[in-house]
C-alpha cells in the first residue's frame, strides 16, 4: 500500500471543512428557474478533481488559528470562480476532455457552459460578500479580472514563436497562479493575519500556482491521460507555446525552427509531429530545464511559509509545494 501524499494528507486534515464547503456549493449552485445550470456544473464539481484551490484557503485560514465560518464561504468563492473559468477554458479551446471526462460543452454546447460560467462567477460574488470584508472581495474581485486578462493574452502569445519566457510566465501568472495566490490570501485576511503573514501567504500561492501550471505543461508532453485528466499532447494540438516548447525554440536550429512555426504557428500538424516535437524537447533538454525551474518557483513558495507559525498545516503546505512538482519526477 503507498504511503500518503502530502495532497492526501492535507485533504485528510481539512476533510470535515470540505464536507461543508462541498455542501454549500451543492445549496448555491442550485436554480429554481434553470435546471440546466445545476446539471452543468454538477457535471464539473462532481468529477472531482483536486479542490486545491479551496484547501488554500481553508488550510491558510486554519494554520493561523481561525474559529469562524467565512473560510467555508471563501473556499466555495474559489471552488465557484475555478469552476466558471474552466467551462469557459473549455470553449476558448474547443477542448473533449476535463479530468478525465467529456467537457461540458460537448455534452451541452458552448451557449450553455458560457452562460452557466456567467452564473457561477456572480454566484462567487454573492458568497464573497457575505464575509463583510471589503478587502477580501478586492482581492477576489482583482484576482477575477487578472484571470482573464491573462486568458487574452494567452489568445495572442500562444501560438508566437516570439513568444519569451517572461510573456509566458505573465500568462500563467493570470491563468493559473493569481487564483492560487488570492486563494491562499484570503484565508489570511480572514483570520486576522499579520500583514507580513498575509503577504507570506499570497507570495506561497502565487509560486505554488506557477510550479503547478509548468508541471502540467511538462506533463501534457510526458504523463497520461490518467494523470492529467486529458489526452495528451492537447496543449500541441491547440497549438500553445508553453514553457518546453519556448525553451526548445530558443535553441532550435533552423530546421527545427521551420518544424515549429509549421505545427504552432500554421497549425499544419501531420501524422508523427507529435513525437517529433517530444524528440526535439528530449534533444534540447527542455523539459529538465522546465522542471528546473519549477522545482524553483516550489522552492520559492516553501521558502515564504516561513512567516507563518510552525504548526502541522504550515508543514503540509511546505510538503504540497515538494509534491506539485514530483508528478513529474
Do not use: C
Not at 261 to 269: F, L, T
Not at 306 to 314: E, I, N, W, Y
Amino acid at each position: 500500500m503507498n504511503d500518503p501524499t502530502p495532497l492526501d494528507r492535507l485533504s485528510a486534515e481539512l476533510d470535515a471543512e470540505m464536507t461543508r464547503v462541498n455542501a454549500l456549493i451543492r445549496e448555491r449552485m442550485a436554480s429554481r428557474h434553470a435546471p440546466r445550470i445545476p446539471e452543468v456544473t454538477a457535471h464539473l464539481v462532481e468529477a472531482g478533481g483536486k479542490r486545491l484551490r479551496p484547501m488554500l484557503t481553508l488550510a491558510a485560514a486554519k494554520a493561523l488559528g481561525y474559529q469562524g465560518e467565512d473560510h467555508i464561504r471563501l473556499a466555495a468563492t474559489v471552488e465557484f470562480l475555478h469552476t466558471a473559468t474552466l467551462l469557459h477554458d473549455d470553449v476558448v479551446d474547443e477542448s473533449s476532455k476535463r479530468r478525465g471526462r467529456p467537457t461540458a460543452n460537448l455534452l451541452w454546447d458552448n451557449k450553455s457552459s458560457v452562460l452557466v460560467g456567467d452564473y457561477l462567477f456572480a454566484r462567487s460574488f454573492q458568497l464573497m460578500t457575505e464575509t463583510g470584508s471589503l478587502r477580501v472581495l478586492d482581492i477576489l474581485a482583482d484576482a477575477s479580472a487578472v484571470i482573464a486578462e491573462g486568458e487574452v493574452l494567452q489568445l495572442t502569445a500562444a501560438q508566437d514563436l516570439s513568444t519569451s519566457e517572461a510573456t509566458y510566465l505573465q500568462v500563467v501568472r493570470g491563468k493559473t497562479a493569481a487564483l492560487f495566490a488570492a486563494a491562499a490570501e484570503v484565508g489570511g485576511v480572514i483570520a486576522g493575519g499579520s500583514e507580513a503573514q498575509v503577504d507570506a501567504l499570497r507570495t506561497y500561492g502565487d509560486a505554488l500556482g506557477i510550479a503547478f501550471q509548468i508541471v502540467d505543461d511538462l506533463l501534457d508532453y510526458g504523463g497520461s491521460a490518467a494523470v492529467i485528466g486529458k489526452e495528451v499532447g492537447d496543449d500541441f494540438r491547440e497549438r500553445k507555446l508553453t514553457l518546453p516548447v519556448i525553451k526548445a525554440v530558443a535553441r532550435a536550429s533552423d530546421e527545427e525552427r521551420a518544424f515549429w512555426s509549421r505545427v504552432i504557428e500554421a497549425g499544419d500538424q501531420r501524422g508523427g509531429d507529435l513525437q517529433h516535437a517530444i524528440a526535439l524537447l528530449a534533444r534540447h533538454g527542455a523539459m529538465e530545464a522546465a522542471r528546473a525551474d519549477a522545482l524553483d518557483w516550489a522552492g520559492q513558495a516553501r521558502d515564504a511559509l516561513g512567516a507563518l507559525p510552525d504548526t502541522p498545516l504550515r508543514r503540509m503546505l511546505a510538503d504540497l509545494s515538494g509534491f506539485v512538482v514530483e508528478r513529474i519526477a
